[in-house]
């Protein structure tokens, strides 16, 4: 097989094993890290936890119901429960009971606590879906992430193409005696320093890769590749103006940190509620069945009466009322009552500061949004001015017009400007994509 054919199958393979690999786009990063993230699973088993608090709370409406049975050997001077003489005899006896509890009223203690435990479990579906944004954040910066340094080692690589050429030109003009040695030290020196800087690069992505393959939680054998193109930073809706007002009353009606807490205010205002019912008086209906086994209960002629019959025969019944009227308990009621309120005044400053921090964030947006977009617009004109400036220095280098110090001066501002520009590009996309968030567009595959 000749080198060209060999070629050939070579490249034939490669594309078709790239081509069978998954690349991975934005959305199917977040959907993985949100199916195999701990600590989203941590806050979901909270959440239903606090489901099956609420559940019971309503259940807490019905009556309860007990049932009572024992088994007890009597031995030594006792009574004896069917004459009520003391006897020194050894007996056992049997007690059966039920009683039911119904809270007719309870100062609405029981319906508050419901309103509670409701608003506690909505708060903790909210803090499910923060967990998701938070890390869907984390996994769209560690992606933009892999793909800036994706870009440094093209633009190193490029470099690097570049100061072969120049080698392979001055080695070629010393072998032919046009120039002197010392300009060939120069343009291997300037290699070299791309190489590392290329080694240097690659090593940066490989770390990018492995935060984002930590954030996903990523478990798969395969190499976790990233689709190749990303969507275009400049748009119609890229200087589009943003009030900071608008941006903040759309965010306020969905951001799930601020409803959470919002939910919480509202369970500690039913909570303070609650509280306060048990400074009224409880009303409850009660009911109850009972009965009795005794060995020591004997017929007229001293025969023990089987034990179906004085199942039968002992059988009592009761229902009533019972009125309980909170006098003095140390305090106690009045001291939590005022804990409460303090809990309740806690949870609306808390509310307060969310909200605070989320106007705050979204100020901090809008001007970066400001600054990201005339720093792009500058960025871009510099790339095309350095690039001009790289090509005109390359030909006056080729016709010996300039040393190679000049030439590689003018390569390196050339590939500061192509890194810069795309730095700032992708900075620009990142909070671009966070505004859309917080204006309420689906930038996230969350659900």
């Not at 807490?60 to 050997?73: C, E, H, K, Q, T």
């Not at 039920?98 to 419901?114: D, S, Y």
């Not at 964030?361 to 510099?382: D, F, G, H, M, P």
């Amino acid at each position: 097989m000749n080198l060209k054919t060999y070629l050939t199958v070579l490249t034939i393979l490669v594309s078709s094993i790239s081509f069978s690999q998954k690349t991975w786009s934005l959305d199917e990063c977040v959907a993985y890290a949100i199916e195999h993230n701990l600590q989203v699973l941590n806050t979901s088993y909270t959440k239903d936890s606090s489901k099956e608090s609420y559940r019971q709370s309503v259940r807490d409406l019905l009556p309860s119901v007990n049932g009572f049975a024992d088994y007890r050997i009597q031995f030594g001077r006792s009574e004896d429960p069917n004459t009520n003489d003391f006897v020194n005899t050894e007996f056992f006896r049997n007690n059966y009971s039920m009683g039911a509890n119904l809270g007719v009223f309870q100062g609405f203690q029981k319906l508050n606590a419901i309103k509670a435990s409701k608003f506690i479990y909505k708060a903790t579906q909210e803090d499910v879906q923060q967990q998701k944004f938070l890390l869907a954040f984390r996994v769209m910066q560690a992606y933009y992430d892999i793909k800036f340094f994706e870009g440094l080692v093209a633009n190193s690589l490029e470099q690097q193409e570049i100061s072969q050429s120049n080698y392979d030109l001055v080695n070629k003009q010393v072998e032919l005696g046009l120039m002197a040695g010392a300009d060939l030290y120069e343009a291997e020196s300037n290699l070299l320093g791309d190489k590392l800087l290329v080694t240097q690069n690659q090593n940066l992505l490989a770390n990018a890769k492995l935060v984002l393959i930590q954030e996903m939680n990523y478990e798969e054998d395969e190499d976790l590749r990233l689709q190749s193109a990303v969507a275009s930073i400049a748009g119609p809706n890229l200087t589009e103006q943003i009030t900071v007002d608008s941006l903040y009353s759309t965010a306020r009606g969905f951001m799930p940190l601020v409803k959470s807490q919002e939910y919480r205010m509202l369970a500690a205002k039913k909570q303070l509620q609650s509280t306060r019912g048990f400074l009224f008086p409880s009303l409850s209906l009660v009911a109850g069945i009972g009965t009795s086994y005794f060995e020591t209960n004997v017929d007229s002629d001293g025969n023990l009466i089987p034990f179906r019959t004085q199942l039968k025969d002992n059988t009592s019944k009761f229902i009533g009322a019972e009125l309980s009227i909170p006098i003095s308990n140390g305090w106690a009621n009045r001291s939590r009552l005022k804990q409460q309120k303090i809990a309740y005044q806690q949870a609306k400053n808390n509310l307060k500061i969310q909200e605070q921090e989320l106007f705050q964030l979204i100020q901090q947006l809008v001007q970066t949004q400001n600054a990201l977009i005339a720093e792009y617009e500058q960025s871009n004109k510099r790339v095309q001015s350095q690039e001009l400036a790289f090509s005109i220095a390359q030909k006056r280098y080729e016709k010996g017009l300039i040393n190679a110090i000049d030439l590689f001066q003018a390569k390196n501002l050339f590939g500061v400007a192509q890194n810069e520009n795309l730095q700032v590009g992708l900075r620009l996309k990142v909070n671009k994509s966070t505004i859309d968030f917080y204006n309420g567009l689906p930038v996230f595959n969350i659900n």
